[in-house]
């Protein structure tokens, strides 16, 4: 592909990222700002459950292996569907979304282990979003995904510290990463059901 479908590319790999990752990020934000000496271990705890969430979507390359190339692209429906769903509760919402537990994130226990438990098992979405794409990506594709994903968590941790001390920041961070998760979900899953060429980089 181009300079120009690599940056766009790019760019569907981060956005996808970023829509999937805002609860993660306000989650963390709590984490850290609860227990401000264990700041370090909450980073690690997160930067672990992203390399953990690449790690079983990874599994879609080895299922992308095994597979006609021709029933890849199918799984582009997960996302498609799963971020329309999103979108039709999006608009169906009434009342203010859920708050964290604070008492949870302010356990004895927070830190490295609290982190990593809470981030990897709020991660189904960046599941649903990376699996189908690592599946249906040709290696030099698939390389791209797992630098700018791993990439994009070490942003995240940096963010996170940055603005530990002003959750209310976070959450307006998360509201509008609500209202973009579906339609990222929605565009990685076209992405994929169109198979193009632009699954290998040249």
Known sequence: MGEVEIWGFILLVAGSFVATNVDNLLLLVVVMGSEPRKRAASALGFV?????????????????ANLDSNLLGYLGLVPLLLGAYLLLKQLRAKGPAQEPDDALLASPGSGWLTAFLLMFSNSGDSLAVFFPLLAESERDSL??????????????????WSIADQPRLARRIEQVGEKLMPWMMMAVGIY???????????
């Open 48 to 64: 672990t459950s992203a390399i953990c969430v690449l790690s079983v979507a990874a599994l879609g390359a080895v299922l992308g």
């Open 143 to 160: 390389l791209l995904v797992i630098s700018v994903f791993l990439s994009m968590a070490l942003l995240w941790t940096a963010l996170a």
């Open 192 to 202: 994929i059901l169109m198979d193009t060429a632009t699954d290998t980089v040249y």
